[in-house]
């Protein structure tokens, strides 16, 4: 349901298959640039593009396992803050 006042079109819809490609289905945003129409890559990638907490701390595990740091080296805390902003 769409609240009073508010309006929803086609661009509404473009806007939120996109999100959901890049973000949930994780498709290649070169896959999303084309369906767009983007003529740079980094037009999809400013819109669409979101920053995944979960992710972020699984790739820094990942490096870390990578370089000999047990698992569970990475922690959620204040300090997180610090690498999304």
């Given at each position: 349901?769409?609240?009073?006042?508010?309006?929803?079109?086609?661009?509404?819809?473009?806007?939120?298959?996109?999100?959901?490609?890049?973000?949930?289905?994780?498709?290649?945003?070169?896959?999303?640039?084309?369906i767009?129409?983007?003529?740079?890559?980094q037009?999809?990638l400013?819109?669409?593009?979101d920053?995944d907490l979960?992710?972020?701390?699984?790739?820094?595990?990942?490096?870390?396992?990578?370089v000999?740091?047990e698992?569970?080296?990475?922690?959620?805390?204040?300090?997180?803050e610090l690498?999304?902003?």
């Open positions: 349901m769409i609240p009073d006042g508010h309006r929803w079109g086609l661009h509404n819809l473009r806007h939120s298959l996109s999100n959901w490609l890049v973000n949930k289905a994780k498709e290649n945003p070169k896959t999303v640039q084309g767009l129409g983007h003529s740079r890559i037009t999809t400013d819109l669409y593009a920053e979960d992710e972020m701390i699984a790739a820094q595990e990942e490096f870390l396992n990578a000999g740091f698992s569970g080296s990475v922690q959620r805390g204040p300090w997180v690498w999304v902003s």
